[in-house]
């Protein structure tokens, strides 16, 4: 990739892109400025990293949001149009759990991502933010990967352990049901005041779960993430619509808390889960990301209960 000149503000609306910038050279990828923006080449992809203030007037219900910082990364698949039907092929794709939600245009697809900071999280840059947007850029230029994957890479065991899933129990414990194991962390995530536990009976409550055991096909051991809603949102045709809507809101909600994952179709049929995977530079990179993931999804679910309620309304 050919040099571009410095941006006239490496570090627009105060995010420090040319400490983004050092840090995807340190892991070997070929990162170029082009204006305000970061690019970064990984076979043919192309991944694009810009930074916008939040639009004037945008009210949130604690800290104002005084940066937006979005990843897409464009991935040809080869000429030929997909097996599945688009949707189907969507879906499929967000289910391996990237970090970021896909979209299809034509041959190419693209992997999103949003980062939403707020005042006051100046301290987060370097042990989340920053760990975080690396990590995205990565991901995104090994979804041409996931046909080569890596024997003796699956052999190996995930970073993240019983010691880590207790962690995330002692800070969610007050605000869930929740359970931390030897190789996974669950809770149910309430989505009303009153609401309960589903083993009581309570259908108000959303399944979250954190698993180290099973690697990802391109990225090796870590940790997935599974948020499951328990609303029925009717057949195969509506579940994806509502996924690819979620995505979409999810993506332009800007006080929303970080999106590095997509919303696909559940394991439970007619219900749509969030999904993500987190590879394992992240537990050295980000020492509390299992924390802050789980406290993000807590959030989601409860907006995303009240989006699926008007997209159920909605013929």
């Not at 509506?238 to 970080?258: H, K, M």
């Not at 999106?259 to 987190?278: D, I, K, M, Q």
């Amino acid at each position: 990739m050919s040099a571009a000149p410095r941006p006239s503000s490496p570090a627009p609306c105060g995010v420090p892109l040319q400490e983004l910038h050092d840090a995807l050279r340190a892991e070997g990828l070929a990162v170029a400025f082009e204006g305000d923006e970061l690019v970064s080449m990984a076979g043919t992809t192309r991944t694009r990293v810009s930074v916008k203030a939040p639009p004037s007037g945008l009210r949130t219900q604690g800290p104002a949001a005084r940066a937006i910082v979005r990843v897409d990364a464009d991935v040809s698949f080869g000429s030929d149009e997909p097996d599945a039907q688009p949707a189907e092929f969507v879906a499929a794709l967000n289910q391996l759990a990237m970090l970021g939600s896909v979209t299809l245009d034509g041959p190419r697809l693209r992997i999103s991502s949003r980062l939403s900071i707020f005042e006051g999280e100046e301290h987060a840059w370097r042990k989340l933010h920053l760990p975080l947007l690396v990590a995205s850029v990565r991901v995104a230029g090994a979804l041409e990967q996931l046909g080569n994957v890596d024997a003796e890479a699956a052999k190996r065991a995930s970073p993240w352990s019983e010691r880590d899933f207790q962690i995330v129990e002692s800070n969610l414990s007050r605000l869930s049901v929740c359970f931390a194991g030897e190789h996974g962390f669950s809770a149910e995530f309430g989505l009303s005041d009153h609401a309960v536990s589903a083993i009581a009976g309570d259908h108000e409550t959303a399944l979250f779960q954190l698993e180290a055991e099973h690697p990802h096909p391109a990225l090796g051991p870590g940790l997935a993430v599974q948020l499951h809603l328990p609303l029925h949102v009717g057949d195969e045709a509506r579940v994806l619509a509502a996924c690819e809507q979620l995505n979409r809101r999810d993506l332009e909600t800007l006080e929303l808390p970080p999106h590095f994952g997509a919303w696909c179709p559940s394991r439970y049929e007619g219900r749509v889960a969030y999904c993500a995977f987190l590879p394992p530079d992240l537990h050295r990179t980000a020492p509390n990301i299992a924390v802050n993931v789980a406290i993000w999804c807590l959030l989601r679910a409860r907006w995303a209960s009240g989006e699926l309620e008007e997209l159920a309304d909605t013929p």
